[in-house]
């Protein structure tokens, strides 16, 4: 596609359910960024790839959040026992990778509601 | 501790009033900055960065900010604002090397009265 996109759209999940956040990232791009936004907030860095591998994951504010991106394509940010402080909106973004700054591009987000 | 301040919170301007968005950076090295605008349904767009050089930069949609190292600031200009600018403004820096991730301010909320 065109752009990033991020599936679902919106997700109401109930206290304590498990959920899966969709990025499917412009194609060519290498490196893929989640970012988390919360409510009159700055969006929050969560986990840096490149390719495969997770560069950096120094953002996942814990061991319930994980993400993924088996094939360097597409990746999944992964939530267990959600809670309602997870509620916000999960940012993607993607970028050509290389070496240097490369231009990241932002998808529109998911919107995550624990109740 | 690395950080990005942007003072205001929410920011109303008449339209065809110029803008003055501030951003306040605290960091061991200067770092890139940039400034993105988000708007409602709309995700993250880059507006403008600094890397090096001329310190005031052009962006899109009738943008520039200046880069002052002394103030370790940042600031977002328009001469004239138009009532479509209404959005929510975030500062942004990243670290001087590949792989690094863009820390965000809080952002400022841009208002245009007619």
């Known amino acids: 596609g065109a752009g990033v996109s991020q599936t679902p759209s919106n997700k109401v999940t109930e206290k304590g359910k498990y959920v899966e956040l969709r990025c499917d990232p412009i194609?060519?791009?290498?490196?893929l960024y989640w970012y988390r936004q919360s409510l009159g907030q700055g969006p929050e860095f969560l986990i840096y790839f490149q390719g495969t591998g997770a560069a950096d994951d120094s953002g996942l504010p814990n061991d319930r959040f994980f993400a993924v991106r088996p094939e360097g394509s597409v990746s999944t940010l992964k939530i267990q026992r959600t809670e309602r402080g997870d509620s916000a909106v999960y940012l993607c973004?993607?970028?050509?990778?290389?070496?240097?700054?490369?231009?990241?591009?932002f998808g529109q987000g998911t919107r995550l509601t624990v109740v | 501790a690395q950080s990005v301040t942007q003072p205001d919170i929410h920011i109303t301007v008449s339209e065809g009033a110029s803008l003055e968005l501030r951003c306040n950076y605290s960091y061991g090295a200067t770092p890139y900055l940039f400034w993105y605008v988000q708007s409602p349904g709309q995700g993250l767009q880059l507006l403008l960065k600094?890397?090096?050089?001329?310190?005031l930069v052009q962006g899109i949609k009738g943008f520039e900010a200046e880069f002052k190292r002394s103030q370790s600031s940042f600031n977002l200009r328009k001469p004239s604002v138009h009532w479509s600018d209404a959005a929510e403004y975030f500062c942004?820096?990243?670290?001087?090397?590949?792989?690094?991730?863009?820390?965000f301010g809080k952002g400022t909320t841009l208002s245009v009265s007619s």
């Open positions: 194609s060519g791009h290498t490196a």
């Open positions: 973004a993607s970028s050509p990778g290389g070496g240097g700054y490369t231009e990241a591009f």
């Open positions: 942004a820096v990243m670290e001087r090397q590949a792989g690094t991730a863009l820390i």
């Open positions: 600094y890397f090096s050089g001329d310190t």
